[in-house]
């Protein structure tokens, strides 16, 4: 009994860390989308601290950190195929800004 006690103390700690981290690094968006950077490295910013909190995300709230390897190995694909279409619509979007600023 003590045992169990003691390994959900343990887990709750855990979670909570992260989800403050998580809402730690959601304040560092909201800050840096508020600071006037250049558009290119702020969305470069914000994009890899989006997928570090998704990592986070996946391996605490959605338990993939004590899966085996085999489910990351079949993951890495779609990672990659997500990588690739935030690439391309990146360059769209960035298009479409500068499209905007020469209207103005």
Known sequence: MEHTAHAETAGNKIIFS????LLGLTVLELVLAY?????????SILMVL???KAALIIAYFMHLRYERASLFVTLIPALVFVLIMMTAIFADGSRLAHMRSLLQ
């Open 50 to 52: 989006s997928v570090f």
């Open 35 to 43: 600071r006037d950077l250049p558009l290119e490295t702020m969305l």
């Open 18 to 21: 992260v989800w403050f981290g």
